[in-house]
């Protein structure tokens, strides 16, 4: 991180294959470096009502926006991103989830 740039310690960052800050520049591989350690994002399934709650705060839910625009057009095996716990994209507790991307028409019947 610079030191001198207030976005990076901000977090305000622009979303591509990786994160990179809008003044210094600086390219962050992903959320789960020191940069952005205050993200929270969590998915959680409640069987008994059949229903899916994704909780995050602001840079949690950023980070899950910009997963979906990265996978978007990709119909190949990188159009789809794991989010587990242990890839330290959600946090512990988490339920494992898979973001796909598809256009074919079977899919969504």
């Known amino acids: 991180m610079d030191k001198n740039c207030n976005i ?3 977090k305000d960052l622009i979303k ?3 994160f990179k800050c809008k003044k210094c520049g600086r390219v962050i591989k992903d ?3 020191g940069l952005t350690k205050n993200w929270k ?3 959680t399934y409640n069987e008994k009502e ?3 709650l994704i909780t995050g705060n602001k840079i949690g839910l950023e980070f899950l926006a910009s997963c979906c625009l990265r996978i978007i057009g990709k119909n190949d095996p990188s159009g789809h991103i794991h989010l ?3 890839m330290n994209n959600l946090i512990d507790g988490s339920t494992e989830t898979v ?3 598809s256009d074919h ?3 969504y019947k």
């Open 8 to 10: 990076c310690k901000s």
């Open 16 to 18: 591509y294959e990786f």
């Open 31 to 33: 959320f789960s470096d």
């Open 41 to 43: 994002l969590k998915i």
């Open 50 to 52: 059949g229903d899916i």
């Open 84 to 86: 587990q716990w242990q």
């Open 99 to 101: 973001l796909e991307y």
């Open 105 to 107: 028409p079977d899919d």
